[in-house]
């Protein structure tokens, strides 16, 4: 069983900067490096949606198209952790994130902006973005 915690959210003002990260936490050491890792995020009264995505060895990832440019997704490996550093965040940007992981043997991130494809997820943090 893999749980993953992340921690970072808060108030910000828009134009300002957040850095969330993703851990993987419990009884038996799991590594996220064999796992995709994906953002996903749920603003008030809308459904979840994808944010970004890292492959296991952290060098493909992918974003939303609304996001490109302002985040960032970034593994470290020593720290056992995901982060995503979001910056010029906008009031949109407001919503509860979450982590998500994903076992996987390949270098891949092909199908993983679908929330379906991951079988572990995290509480979630929560982002405010005040105008």
């Known amino acids: 069983q893999v749980q993953l915690v992340e921690s970072g959210g808060g108030v910000v003002q828009a134009g300002g900067s957040l850095r969330l990260s993703c851990t993987a936490s419990?009884?038996?050491?799991?590594?996220?490096?064999?796992?995709?890792v994906g953002w996903f995020r749920q603003a008030p009264g809308e459904e979840r949606e994808f944010g970004a995505v890292i492959s296991r060895s952290g060098d493909i990832t992918d974003y939303r198209d609304s996001v490109k440019g302002r985040f960032t997704i970034s593994r470290d490996v020593a720290m056992n952790t995901v982060y995503l550093q979001m910056n010029s965040l906008k009031p949109e940007d407001t919503a509860v994130y979450y982590c998500?992981?994903?076992?996987?043997?390949?270098?891949?991130?092909?199908?993983?902006?679908?929330?379906?494809?991951?079988?572990?997820w995290g509480q979630g943090t929560r982002v405010i973005v005040s105008s």
């Open positions: 419990g009884r038996t050491f799991t590594t996220l490096s064999n796992y995709v």
């Open positions: 998500a992981a994903a076992y996987v043997v390949e270098d891949s991130i092909v199908g993983f902006t679908m929330s379906r494809k991951y079988a572990y």
